[in-house]
């Protein structure tokens, strides 16, 4: 009876030392679950950028070779000039220099009318002071009023009774009104040169306001061409790409507005100055044949 309960407890420990020795592989076993768990993560990060290498529509350097072809560092006007085509760098060239020649009428046709205005008037007061058509003619042919629309005027009245008088003609008696007559003949052949000496340039400026809003739109026409071909060529419609040769286009239309718009106030500003000098030169041209006929009532 006593060695069959030594004999259990000896299997009891046997048993219990197995149940010992076998733990240490259970938690071997159990281990490598955890790895798994932790590479988990790593597949996902190296999964995570394969969306943003398929994200660019255009290719990268294309976008780049843009940036750097207008400077890198934004787009200017000098730069979309520079990197304009040769046609619609023409485009731009001949306007800006119509523009320059536009402002250079503006200060010369200033500076004219400014000193003819001033002539104008030292005329007017020297000639109302005449007594006779010989003062008058003397004042007319006065250095100091040389070229003077109103001087010429008045010279060529009197020139033209003087002739009379030269040819024996009676101009304060029977021959009076035929040599008035011929008189304002001829300061109607003089006043009627006085518009086209008045208004040289302004051809010019009629020209550049009427035409260079569309020469600035055949640039800008030209340009788009050229930027949609860009386009087809490059295989990419990444606004980077097509709009810095887009800005280019309509650079040209700009410079055109730029050379037209003050073309056309020149134009019309310095056609008001030349109607109210005509205007002017209407009244004197009464005043004139009032007055020698005034001086041939008095036989003058």
Request: glycine share 10%; aromatic share 6%.
């Amino acid at each position: 009876m006593l060695d069959s309960k030594m004999k259990n407890t000896l299997l009891a420990l046997a048993g219990a030392a197995v149940l010992m020795a076998g733990s240490p592989v259970l938690a071997q076993d159990a281990v490598p679950a955890t790895p798994a768990t932790e590479t988990a993560p790593a597949v996902d990060a190296a999964a995570t950028p394969a969306p943003e290498a398929a994200a660019p529509a255009a290719d990268p350097e294309t976008v780049a070779d843009a940036v750097s072809g207008h400077g890198g560092g934004g787009i200017t006007p000098i730069s979309m000039f520079m990197d304009a085509g040769m046609v619609v760098k023409v485009v731009m060239i001949g306007l800006i220099l119509a523009s320059v020649f536009s402002w250079t009428l503006l200060l010369i046709k200033m500076f004219e009318f400014g000193a003819l205005g001033r002539t104008t008037d030292r005329f007017l007061e020297a000639f109302r002071g005449a007594r006779t058509i010989a003062d008058m003619r003397r004042v007319a042919t006065s250095d100091d009023f040389d070229g003077n629309p109103l001087a010429d005027m008045a010279a060529a009245a009197t020139e033209e009774i003087e002739l009379s008088r030269q040819a024996g003609l009676s101009v304060t008696g029977e021959h009076r009104d035929s040599a008035i007559l011929r008189a304002q003949t001829a300061v109607q052949a003089v006043q009627a040169g006085l518009a086209g000496r008045l208004s040289g340039g302004q051809q010019f400026l009629a020209s550049v306001g009427s035409t260079g809003p569309f020469v600035g739109l055949f640039g800008t026409v030209y340009g788009i061409m050229n930027s949609f071909i860009g386009i087809a060529e490059s295989n990419t419609t990444n606004l980077a790409v097509v709009a810095p040769g887009i800005a280019e286009a309509l650079l040209a239309t700009g410079i055109g507005l730029f050379a037209a718009i003050p073309a056309v106030i020149f134009y019309n500003y310095f056609n008001t100055r030349i109607s109210a000098y005509g205007t002017r030169s209407d009244g004197f041209n009464a005043e004139l044949i009032n007055g020698i006929s005034r001086q041939l009532d008095k036989g003058a």
